[in-house]
Nanobody
């Protein structure tokens, strides 16, 4: 069991940057693959980025590759999402997620089975 709490969302102009953090509490964090997904109003939740339990492997949605970077600090039980060159279409609620069953599967929304409450990111044009 793990509890995930996101922070770092806000309002930013197009072209700007934000860094999201996800603090995990509970046992086993270092065993889990982690990820970020997002959901805009009226749309389905979509995968954004994922990272393996060691942090050595990552994967990104095509829409964010080259602009977003996912990382983790297992000593701090924290996952980060650095978002650069933000676009209005990045506006969404961003959710931290964990795969409690695997440390190496993290490429789809359905790979994750534990979720945070989300943090809002709004990018103005």
């Amino acid at each position: 069991q793990v509890t995930l709490v996101e922070s770092g969302g806000g309002l930013v102009q197009a072209g700007g940057s934000l860094r999201l953090s996800c603090a995990a509490s509970g046992r086993g964090f270092t065993n889990y693959a982690m990820g970020w997904c997002r959901q805009a109003p009226g749309k389905e939740r979509e995968f954004v980025a994922g990272i393996s339990w060691t942090g050595s492997s990552t994967y990104y949605a095509d829409s964010v590759r080259g602009r977003f970077t996912i990382s983790r600090d297992n000593a701090k039980n924290t996952v980060y999402l650095q978002m650069n060159s933000l676009k209005p279409e990045d506006t969404a609620g961003y959710y931290c997620a964990a795969n409690l069953k695997s440390g190496t599967t993290y490429r789809r929304v359905t790979d994750f089975n534990s979720w945070g409450q989300g943090t809002q990111v709004t990018v103005s044009s």
